[in-house]
């Protein structure tokens, strides 16, 4: 208390001594309003390279530029994911489909060939994806959306019959399969690429190159939190007419059209809401501290849905261990799938400040600032991240305490913007690396040890205890 | 913190603007008077899309509204001009000469906005005055090209129209034929009607005063849309940029390709997406004059509107309404 009171009185003492001066917030007011390119120039350089960068991709495509290497790209999986991804491949410039496989030939095959043939991409369709690997030779990448199970297989068998391959996440449901890909990416010397997109978002990269890499604005991490919470929904269904003959279900391990159609919720095939979604955002955990996770415990049940048709846990909260050069951090990580409150997002908790990031352009990223923590102006300046949001000041009564409702805490935003699907600048970032013009954002190696991490979180629910991870267990 | 929504990446906050002031003015028979349906509900676009639909699985009609629902979202993703990643958000950046590849439901939801602009001389805008012929639409290979800059694009008078139709046909697709789908009552689709009935049941009613009801409506392969000015609101006309004054309402009632024997895609325009068409129409007659509305009703076989004008100023007494068009089968109405 003694602490408080002698700050309050320095602060007095300042709102006494003479005429108002501008504060800090009022500078960077004025300093936001000023159309000088020096002042926002880095990230408005920064997007429009981006976005010029886009722009061209956009007008090379369909015809791609003579010096462009074409790709010819087969898709293995044609459900929702496989769609999302073919949509944003359908804006890289140099791609040529050649094939799409899935065995729901009735439905979800002929929809993916028939957008692909709209946009003039002469494809072949294939129920086996075997028989598309010996018949399409000119393949040069294969990309997988099909269920995690059989992830393992088909991206050794890609690999090995020497196509690049980019592989949704989770890269497996069983470590053993995630091995197998790694070793079979070092065997072949193909690239593996695994689908933790949110590793080549612009916004991303510039939080965790600019703002915590150059600036550390949250100084000493100590907690994070994040979720993604989503709100309750049907299982999925087909329509009656095209549903698949039993025998091909069976043939490709579903006993019937309703495990086809909900195949995450089941062990051995799927890994639940915890892989299905915390996945993707315990990976950036990991990314943006720099170190994998010591420990984890985590509590998690069928609360909601029917457990038959619902094997793995609705409702999942996790708490990891890190043990970051910087000293311990603590992360929780909740997601649920009855109510979508606050939708997804992960949050970075500093001593000196706070960054909540989305993958959702609707959410973006916002930074606050520890009101004691050192200016971020330097940081304004270079366009880092935008001037703080100011809350409208009345004139006060000189050295008078006018009492009002409480003022929020600077509010900053991170000046970088997506504007393409969420999927494409990973894909392209695939593809670059392909024609040997980049390295992979998220190799096979990397995608390991975010599924040892993720996985381990089923494994310790089960177990009711707390679980630690040795530095080797995310070596191969 | 981020707002309310689920897993999906939707939008919410301010969502995609409605067309002519706001979502009301068509009424459905209550459950009371079709103890049958099955009713499902979600929120996109800032509004609740609504399947209403007769089958006899439970499970199965909530997993074919629920994909339903799916595919609305999808639309949101596409043509929202809130996300800076949609189709729309990226067309509304474009500097002259610049040009984007966006979605075959994008594309095609502007070559119909960009169609009923041209039928109603730019009475429908969804550019709102500034420049819709400045983009140069290529469906060939879906590209958005912009001549000049500045063009901005704002799908709020067309896309829950166009959203309707494709969950209509996607239920199609499920077998649930017997079915209604209306996005925030402004934009209704109604399919097959439940057995044992001639229509769905519509109610048109005067915004000015709800209980009012102007028209009871039987309705199957058939969409209306709404618009409709509270007190206090107003439209602006895109043609002009001032306020319009004089019109409460208007309603418009297209009938589905197949209910009126066309193919679904013709030589002169785009398919006739029937709500997206309505949704559109609607908007536009809130400006056009009734002779516009004649013409434009007569050219177009089946076009039906109802107008709802204000009294004159100064002068006491309701609102009349002018009934425009309509030969169509597909529906019967009985004004009240």
């Known amino acids: 208390m003694a602490g408080k009171d002698e700050k309050d009185k320095v602060t007095e003492q300042a709102g006494a001594a003479g005429p108002r001066k501008l504060d800090r917030r009022d500078v960077l007011k004025g300093l936001s309003t000023v159309p000088a390119l020096g002042l926002f120039g880095y990230a408005w350089q920064k997007q429009r390279q981006y976005q010029q960068a886009t722009i061209e991709a956009a007008a090379a495509a369909p015809v791609a530029s003579s010096d462009l290497q074409v790709i010819n790209v087969a898709l293995l999986g044609a459900g929702a994911q496989g769609q999302v991804l073919t949509d944003a491949m359908l804006r890289i410039p140099g791609l040529r489909f050649r094939a799409v496989c899935d065995v729901w030939t009735e439905y979800n095959q002929k929809r993916v060939v028939n957008q692909l043939r709209k946009f003039k991409h002469d494809v072949n369709a294939y129920e086996n994806y075997r028989e598309m690997l010996d018949r399409e030779k000119e393949l040069d990448a294969v990309v997988i959306a099909t269920p995690d199970f059989w992830h393992s297989q088909h991206a050794v068998d890609c690999l090995k019959a020497g196509k690049h391959v980019y592989c949704e996440k989770e890269m497996s449901n069983t470590l053993e399969g995630a091995r197998a890909m790694v070793v079979a990416a070092r065997d072949t010397g193909k690239l593996l690429q695994i689908g933790h997109q949110r590793r080549s978002n612009p916004r991303y990269l510039h939080c965790y190159e600019k703002l915590l890499g150059e600036a550390k604005l949250l100084g000493r991490i100590v907690t994070l939190n994040g979720q993604w919470n989503r709100a309750v929904a049907p299982d999925l269904g087909a329509p009656d007419r095209y549903a698949i003959p039993e025998a091909r279900l069976k043939q490709y391990g579903f006993k019937d059209m309703h495990q086809f159609r909900n195949w995450r919720w089941y062990k051995g095939l799927g890994g639940g809401p915890i892989v299905d979604l915390g996945s993707h955002q315990i990976d950036i955990y990991t990314w943006f501290l720099g170190v994998n996770p010591s420990h984890v415990m985590a509590s998690g049940g069928q609360l909601f849905y029917d457990p038959k048709t619902h094997e793995w846990y609705d409702t999942v909260m996790a708490v990891f261990d890190y043990d970051t050069p910087a000293g311990p951090v603590k992360a929780y990580y909740q997601t649920q799938t009855t109510n979508g409150s606050q939708g997804y997002f992960e949050n970075f908790m500093g001593d000196q400040g706070t960054l909540l990031i989305s993958e959702s352009e609707a959410h973006a990223a916002k930074l606050y600032r520890d009101t004691n923590a050192p200016a971020w102006d330097t940081w304004v300046q270079k366009g880092y991240i935008t001037a703080p949001k100011v809350q409208e000041m009345k004139e006060k009564t000189e050295g008078v305490t006018d009492v009002r409702e409480s003022v929020s805490p600077d509010e900053h935003n991170v000046p970088v913007v997506l504007r393409d699907p969420y999927h494409q600048p990973h894909l392209q970032n695939f593809f670059n690396a392909v024609r040997g013009k980049a390295k992979l954002n998220c190799p096979a190696e990397i995608g390991y040890e975010s599924a040892v991490s993720v996985l381990k979180v089923n494994e310790a629910i089960e177990a009711k205890s707390r679980l630690s991870f040795k530095p080797e267990d995310f070596h191969i | ?336």
């Open chain 2, 1 to 336: 913190m981020p707002g309310a929504a689920d897993g999906c990446g939707r939008v919410d906050g301010p969502g995609p603007r409605v067309g002519a002031g706001a979502d009301r003015g068509l009424g459905i028979g209550g459950p009371r008077e079709l103890r049958d349906v099955r009713r499902f509900s979600h929120e996109a676009m800032a509004t609740v899309f609504e399947v209403q639909g007769v089958h006899a699985d439970a499970r199965y009609a909530a997993q074919a509204a629920q994909a339903a629902f799916d595919l609305a979202d999808r639309l949101e993703r596409e043509l929202s001009r809130f996300l800076p990643n949609s189709d729309i958000g990226r067309v509304n950046h474009l500097a002259a000469g610049e040009r984007t590849r966006v979605s075959p439901s994008t594309m095609e939801c502007l070559v119909i906005a960009r169609h009923v602009f041209d039928l109603t001389g730019g009475a429908f805008d969804v550019s709102i005055g500034t420049g819709l012929p400045s983009l140069e639409l290529d469906p060939d290979d879906f590209l958005v090209r912009a001549t000049s800059s500045g063009v901005r694009i704002d799908l709020g008078g067309i896309g829950k129209g166009y959203a309707v139709d494709l969950m209509a046909e996607l239920l199609e697709e499920w077998g649930l034929e017997l079915a209604l789908v209306h996005g925030g009552f402004s934009s209704v689709l109604a399919l097959e009607a439940p057995a044992g009935r001639d229509g769905w049941p519509l109610t048109l009613s005067d915004p000015g005063a709800p209980s009012r009801v102007l028209a009871r409506l039987s309705v199957r392969q058939t969409a209306l849309g709404a618009s409709g000015l509270r007190k206090g609101d107003h439209i602006v006309d895109p043609r002009t940029g001032e306020p319009a004054r004089g019109r409460r309402a208007a309603w418009v009632a297209v009938p589905r390709p197949a209910a009126v024997g066309t193919e679904a895609r013709t030589d002169e325009g785009p398919r006739r997406a029937a709500a997206a068409v309505a949704d559109a129409l609607t908007t536009a007659f809130m400006l056009l004059s009734p002779g516009e509305i004649e013409a434009l009703c007569e050219r177009s076989p089946g076009l039906e509107a109802w107008i709802l004008e204000e009294p004159a100023e100064g002068r006491q007494g309701e609102a009349s309404l002018l009934h425009v068009g309509g030969s169509d089968p597909g529906y019967t109405s009985t004004s009240s």
